[in-house]
């Protein structure tokens, strides 16, 4: 006999969203109990609109304070949920925090984190003696003029495959457990010298990899920052690094500076 094929419609298809948020107000991506968060808006509508609960999934776990305009979110949906005008409904019901770009029905297999080839993120320093307010949510104001020539020259020996526990928050391990890697690879990594809307400096460093350690991003450009402001030379970063010693490095950048941009993905796709 000839097996029959099945006529039965899967119940759900994944979809992948585009997300953009302002993390001034939200404790973080992740969802945590009692606390306003990305994941826990979203979960919330998402949720609310299929009717039945929902599980997401993030491209990176970003901190409280920390922005994004790419974040890329994957979960399994109701197939009788529409898709138009589903990236309107859900800014529609999380705003003004958290804004849905898109929305996109992918590979069944497609995982927004474990997919991911890189992420990269943009980092804003105001570097002028006097403060924008129009920027203090986005932009770290530091008002000692800095030295991009050396920053530039210090960020060049952290490109490549390096264990970066210096650089990054080591997370709290049980005594039976094994201590993750903080072996990381950054693909790219550079500064540029821009100006705000009123003329005012603004230098953003932006930094891609294959994945980050909890902090990399902040405490790497916490440091270069201490090498533009002469308080480490640019030869001592590569020392930093090989000491693998977090008190080695500089200061840690605050978190609303930072924003996360994109996330890319097999075959070109962001």
């Not at 994004?68 to 990236?87: K, T």
């Not at 320093?125 to 003029?145: E, G, K, Q, R, Y």
Request: charged share 25%.
């Amino acid at each position: 006999m000839t097996p029959i094929e099945s006529s039965v419609e899967p119940a759900v298809r994944r979809v992948r969203l585009l997300v953009a948020y302002d993390g001034a107000d939200l404790h973080g991506f992740a969802a945590n109990e009692g606390v306003i968060t990305v994941a826990g808006l979203l979960t919330d509508a998402l949720s609310t609109i299929a009717r039945e609960p929902i599980e997401i999934v993030g491209a990176g776990r970003t901190d409280a304070g920390v922005h994004a305009w790419g974040q890329v979110v994957s979960c399994d949906l109701p197939v009788s949920v529409e898709l138009d005008g589903l990236a309107r409904r859900l800014t529609k019901m999380c705003a003004p925090s958290v804004v849905v770009r898109a929305v996109e029905v992918v590979a069944d297999d497609f995982h927004a984190r474990f997919s991911a080839t890189w992420r990269r993120y943009r980092y804003t320093i105001l570097n002028d003696p006097v403060p924008d307010p129009f920027l203090a949510a986005t932009a770290w104001h530091v008002s000692t003029p800095l030295n991009l020539d050396l920053m530039r020259m210090a960020a060049d020996p952290l490109i490549g495959e390096h264990d970066f526990s210096a650089f990054c928050r080591r997370p709290k391990v049980e005594p039976d457990q094994v201590e993750p890697s903080m072996v990381r690879r950054l693909l790219e990594i550079d500064w540029y010298d821009l100006r705000s809307e009123r003329g005012a400096r603004v230098l953003q460093c932006r930094i891609r990899a294959t994945a980050f350690c909890h902090q990399m991003v902040r405490s790497i450009v916490g440091t270069l920052t201490d090498v533009g402001q002469g308080k480490i030379t640019p030869g001592e970063v590569s020392s930093i690094l090989r000491g693998r010693r977090r008190d080695g490095a500089g200061q840690v950048a605050p978190p609303h500076g930072l924003c996360l941009w994109d996330v890319g993905y097999p075959g070109g796709e962001t």
